[in-house]
């Protein structure tokens, strides 16, 4: 009796103990997913308002989009290749430029 005991006492035990490392590891993980998620978005926010505000101040000198657009894009490329970051300008829905190639109808400027 004393041993049935000592197992089922044993067997409770470990599935807490279990269950509370699942529960704190899903949590720790969801809290970890948010955070770089929202790191990722402000990454972005960051990097499209300052190419917006580029991509004005080089207009404002009356240099079209088409010529002007492609070496700015170069240089964000080059900058955030240090980072890892990739990146992409898309007008209505198509892709413009790319730091790396998805297929060979997009081109790239790495």
């Known amino acids: 009796m004393k041993f049935r005991t000592f197992i089922t006492t044993l067997v409770l035990f470990l599935t807490m103990f279990y269950t509370g490392l699942l529960l704190i590891s899903i ?36 240099v079209s989009l088409d010529d002007s657009i492609e070496p700015l894009f170069d240089f964000y ?5 240090q980072q890892d970051v990739f990146l992409e300008i898309l007008k ?12 060979a109808s997009v081109p790239c400027l790495v």
Not at 29 to 55: C, M, P, V, W
Request: net charge negative; charged share 15%.
């Open 27 to 62: 949590f720790m993980l969801s809290n970890q997913l948010d955070t770089a998620k929202q790191q990722g978005i402000s990454e972005h926010y960051l990097i499209a308002s300052s190419f917006s505000r580029d991509l004005t101040a080089v207009l404002s000198r009356n």
């Open 77 to 81: 490329t080059e900058y955030y290749k």
């Open 92 to 103: 209505d829905g198509n892709v413009l430029y790319l730091t790396f190639a998805i297929n």
